[in-house]
């Protein structure tokens, strides 16, 4: 499974982004996908998911209501739309595909994925 990210750029604060995740091959339903972020200097965190262990998308607490994951299985493709952007959500977008199972269990760690994107950068300036 290959990724490929697509959709950062430089908003200002309060602005929208959309962030595309676009999978070589078909990852649903044996794969769940996964967004991470890593700003300069800190460590890669989880934002959001496919799934998570009650069956709904996860989502870290610093975006919830911000943020929302969806995916369109049919052209393998997840997105992430961010709204009301703060100047630190800004980081290295990255999405991930892991086994459903391991990501039901651990959606915001790094080691329930298998296979990685390269990542899209986001700016966001106040």
């Known amino acids: 499974v290959q990724l490929v990210e697509s959709g950062g750029g430089h908003v200002q604060a309060g602005g929208s982004l959309r962030l595309s995740c676009a999978a070589s091959?078909?990852?649903?339903?044996?794969?769940?996908i996964g967004w991470f972020r890593q700003a300069p200097g800190k460590e890669r965190e989880g934002v959001s998911a496919?799934?998570?262990?009650?069956?709904?998308?996860y989502y870290a607490d610093s975006v919830k209501g911000r943020f929302t994951i969806s995916s369109d299985n049919a052209k393998n493709m997840v997105y992430l739309q961010m709204n009301s952007l703060k100047p630190e959500d800004a980081a290295v977008y990255y999405c991930?595909?892991?086994?459903?199972?391991?990501?039901?269990?651990?959606?915001?760690?790094?080691?329930?994925?298998?296979?990685w994107g390269r990542g899209t950068q986001v700016t966001v300036s106040s």
């Open positions: 496919t799934s998570s262990g009650d069956g709904t998308p």
């Open positions: 091959s078909r990852v649903f339903p044996d794969y769940a």
């Open positions: 991930a595909a892991g086994p459903l199972s391991w990501v039901e269990a651990r959606p915001d760690h790094t080691g329930a994925y298998d296979y």
